[in-house]
C-alpha cells in the first residue's frame, strides 16, 4: 500500500504531466498556423510523450492499490512571439518539471517509500534526455536567427520526429 503523501503527489505528477501534454498540444497548434509545420510535429510528438509520462504514474499508483484523482488541467497558454520565444518555454517548462520529479524522489526517501523511489529513477533519467533534447533546438534555433532558408531545413528535420511509445523494460 502506498502512504497518502506519496498517492497524493503522484496525482499532482499526474496533473503536472498531462499539463505539459496540452501546453506542448498548444505550442504545435501555435506553429501549424505559423507556418511551421515540422516544428508542429515535433511538438505534437512531445504532448504525446508528456501524455505517456502521466499514463505511466497512473498505471504504477493503480498497481500500489493507490487512489486516482484526476484534477482540472489549467488552461495553457496559447500565443508566443516567434519560435525561439516558444522552445525557450518549452526548456523552462521541462526546467521546472525536472524539479517536480526530483521533488517526487524526495517524497519518495521521506516515506522509505523503495519502490516508488525505483519507479522514479526512470523519469529522472528521462528528463535528462528531455532537458538535453530541447536544449540542442534551443541551440540550433539560435544559429538559425532570421535565416529563412534556415529555418525551412530546420522545420524539415524537425518534422521527422516520430513519437514510439518506449516498450515496457
Ligand atoms: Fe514529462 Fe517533459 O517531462
Known amino acids: 500500500m502506498i502512504t497518502k503523501k506519496m498517492n497524493d503527489a503522484f496525482n499532482n505528477q ?13 505550442m504545435s497548434a501555435w506553429f501549424s498556423t505559423n507556418g511551421l509545420p515540422g516544428f508542429a510535429t515535433w511538438m505534437r510528438a512531445q504532448a504525446k510523450e508528456e501524455a505517456f509520462h502521466g499514463d505511466k504514474m497512473f498505471d504504477y499508483l ?8 484526476l484534477q482540472k488541467i489549467d488552461k495553457p497558454k ?9 522552445i525557450k518555454d518549452v ?11 526530483n521533488d517526487l524522489v524526495d ?24 532537458e538535453a ?7 540550433r534555433l539560435k544559429m538559425v536567427g532570421d535565416n529563412p532558408s534556415g529555418m525551412f531545413t530546420m522545420d524539415l528535420e524537425m518534422g521527422k520526429r516520430v513519437f514510439q511509445e518506449p516498450v515496457a523494460e
Not at 496559447?78 to 516558444?86: A, E, H, M
Not at 526548456?91 to 520529479?101: D, F, N, P, S
Open 133 to 139: 533534447s530541447v536544449g540542442e533546438v534551443l541551440d
Open 91 to 101: 526548456a523552462a517548462h521541462e526546467a521546472k518539471v525536472t524539479g517536480l520529479i
Open 78 to 86: 496559447g500565443k508566443w512571439k516567434s519560435p525561439l520565444d516558444v
Open 62 to 69: 493503480l498497481e500500489r492499490g493507490g487512489k486516482v484523482e
Open 14 to 26: 499526474i496533473n503536472a504531466e498531462q499539463f505539459s501534454s496540452y501546453l506542448y498540444l498548444s
Open 107 to 130: 517524497c519518495a526517501l521521506e516515506e522509505k517509500d523503495h519502490a516508488s523511489n525505483i519507479f522514479l529513477q526512470w523519469f529522472v533519467a528521462e528528463q535528462v534526455e528531455e
